[in-house]
């Protein structure tokens, strides 16, 4: 199995139109074409990894944080991410960084939310740009299978809700050219046919799939069709999540918590408010720009890292604003993309890397 076959097993649950703008995610050292023996995970990549890999008989990294990062100009072994490089290439390491995983909902934070005990509610800050909607116009007697296609090929979800979409009959009216093979009417001469205008909704990195689909599935030569952008919500993708706890906790007893699951022995968090903590909100690494929506959605606490000074004073007793570390928050991504590589290819070798990277140091 090559390198490209493995990071497209990761691509299908966190496409790389996910990450932020100002990111660098996707395949960045290396031949993908190159056949991939076994993968190390881990969340950052440096020397020490790169070498930790050639030890494990890995020629893949598959890194939460992109190595490279800002441009990258000469490789002339000045900077550690220049070195990183250089020992990747030397060692045949390829390298891989996978951010995509922060926005979506069982992704970082839904690893988050399920080692701390809250059920998911909802995506904290849903994206807004993620969802369009198909209108296909189809003979009424193809419909059924045309819409059976779409489906298959992922439209029409919302929610817990699949195979969703709206259905309006109506009459289409079209004239074939010189050199048209209709397959309703007849050349040289306009044809009214009763067709159906069949609508599904669908998330973006379906839409090749779906078109495929539906042109496989349509009866026309020439298939009308209008694509939308929607302003809708999606559901699953998104920055933050906001969950629940089984039960109410003390804000001293819910510190408690976090430190234990995410073995962080230093906390840093606003004032305590007094209240107790039920609705939660998290976000890995730096999300304390969610601080606003965490707040608006009721949570009781924020988890999150990289906080600054101020920001500790913005709760103003409405939450518990729990600075975690990024570190801290994000090691569990190592283990999702282990299960999910392991679960899609059971074959494939996947290990952890060993080494704690996190470039902050307690005492
Ligand atoms: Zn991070």
Not at 92 to 112: F, K, R
């Amino acid at each position: 199995m090559t390198i490209a076959a493995i990071i497209d097993v990761l691509e299908k649950w966190a496409p790389p139109s996910l990450q932020e703008d100002y990111d660098n995610s996707g395949f960045q050292v290396g031949n993908s074409a190159a056949e991939a023996k076994a993968a190390l995970v881990c969340v950052d990549c440096n020397e020490a990894v790169v070498l930790e890999a050639e030890r494990e008989g890995c020629n893949l990294i598959i890194c939460h944080h992109p190595v490279i990062f800002k441009g990258l100009k000469r490789l002339v072994g000045r900077t550690a991410v220049e070195r990183t490089i250089e020992l990747a290439l030397r060692k045949n390491i390829a390298i891989t960084p996978y951010t995509n995983l922060d926005n979506v909902i069982d992704g970082v934070n839904g690893e988050i939310a399920r080692r701390l005990g809250l059920k998911p509610i909802s995506v904290l800050d849903p994206r807004t740009d993620r969802l369009r909607k198909l209108a296909v116009f189809v003979p009424e007697a193809q419909a059924e299978a045309l819409r059976t296609a779409l489906f298959e090929a992922g439209a029409g979800q919302i929610g817990a809700y699949d195979h969703c979409s709206f259905n309006l009959v109506g009459s289409g009216t079209f004239r074939a050219g010189e050199g048209a093979d209709p397959f309703v009417g007849m050349v040289g001469e306009r044809h009214t046919e009763s067709e159906v205008r069949v609508e599904v909704v669908y998330a973006i990195e379906r839409e090749v799939a779906i078109l495929a689909a539906m042109n496989a599935a349509h009866p026309y030569e020439e298939v009308a069709y209008d694509l939308l952008v929607l302003a809708n919500a999606h559901p699953g993708i998104g920055s933050g999540l906001l969950g629940e706890l089984s039960g109410s906790m003390t804000e001293h007893a819910f510190l408690d918590h976090v430190k234990a699951v995410l073995g962080q022995p230093h906390l840093r968090h606003s004032a305590l408010t007094g209240k107790t903590v039920r609705k939660v909100a998290v976000c890995g690494g730096s999300g304390s720009f969610l601080l606003g929506k965490a707040r608006a959605a009721g949570a009781e606490a924020f988890v999150t890292a990289d906080v600054k000074y101020h920001q500790f004073q913005e709760p103003e007793g409405a939450l518990l604003l729990v600075d975690a570390g990024h570190w801290q928050t994000e090691q569990y991504t190592m283990d999702l993309i282990r299960d999910r590589l392991v679960g899609n290819i059971p074959t494939f070798a996947v290990r952890l890397s060993g080494l704690n990277t996190d470039p902050i140091h307690y005492r």
